[in-house]
T-cell receptor, first 113, second 114 residues
Framework: GEDVEQSLFLSVREGDSSVINCTYTDSSSTYLYWYKQEPGAGLQLLTYIFSNMDMKQDQRLTVLLNKKDKHLSLRIADTQTGDSAIYFCAELSGRGGADGLTFGKGTHLIIQP | ETGVTQSPTHLIKTRGQQVTLRCSSQSGHNTVSWYQQALGQGPQFIFQYYREEENGRGNFPPRFSGLQFPNYSSELNVNALELDDSALYLC?????????????FGNGTRLTVT
């Protein structure tokens, strides 16, 4: 079946940029999402990109999509302590919402002072 | 705008029992999905409801069932609980079931099965 892979941990210094990477296998993916999960909380939608786009920017967040390599990244500029969380990449297949989103295992973003 | 709310926040059940989890969708949303998130894992799709009918289902056995009500709220029922059912259960709503309608999640119900 379809798979989404992410690195488990990323450590960055406060004020630096964080880049979280994700690869997926479903070539029929239509939308790709980034969600943030803080301890004890649900998932917060950060941003999403349609598969015919290669970049989307929203304030400190930049999403890059390389559809040929099935690679998605999330860049967080000027990383702050409040950005410390687990970040999930998810993809929606071309069969639509009836198949649900396929999530990666999440990347723990650790901020060093 | 009211977000997705779930109840209860925590629940402890014994193996073999049955449980019902509840979800109120975000205002203006008519589609509800349920996900199971085991510790250290990403969420896994259980099923989706649209217009009170199951619209899609993940790889979960029939003892996982659901309902959607006319006000778009939803329930997840799990029968014959197993230890592996211990997880965070997340409800998500979307404006509709179109591809471009992103999911908005609640804070989840933490279920512990002993």
């Amino acid at each position: 079946g379809e798979d989404v892979e992410q690195s488990l941990f990323l450590s960055v210094r406060e004020g630096d940029s964080s880049v979280i990477n994700c690869t997926y296998t479903d070539s029929s993916s239509t939308y790709l999402y980034w969600y943030k999960q803080e301890p004890g909380a649900g998932l917060q939608l950060l941003t999403y990109i349609f598969s015919n786009m290669d970049m989307k920017q929203d304030q400190r967040l930049t999403v890059l999509l390389n559809k040929k390599d099935k690679h998605l990244s999330l860049r967080i500029a000027d990383t702050q302590t409040g950005d410390s969380a687990i970040y999930f990449c998810a993809e929606l297949s071309g069969r639509g919402g009836a198949d649900g989103l396929t999530f990666g295992k999440g990347t723990h973003l650790i901020i060093q002072p | 705008e009211t977000g997705v709310t779930q109840s209860p926040t925590h629940l402890i059940k014994t193996r073999g029992q049955q449980v019902t989890l509840r979800c109120s969708s975000q205002s203006g949303h008519n589609t509800v999905s349920w996900y199971q998130q085991a510790l250290g894992q990403g969420p896994q799709f259980i099923f989706q409801y649209y217009r009170e009918e199951e619209n899609g289902r993940g790889n979960f056995p029939p003892r996982f069932s659901g309902l959607q009500f006319p006000n778009y709220s939803s329930e997840l029922n799990v029968n014959a609980l197993e230890l592996d059912d211990s997880a965070l259960y997340l409800c998500a709503s979307s404006r509709d079931r179109s591809l471009g309608s992103p999911l908005h999640f609640g804070n989840g119900t933490r279920l512990t099965v002993t």
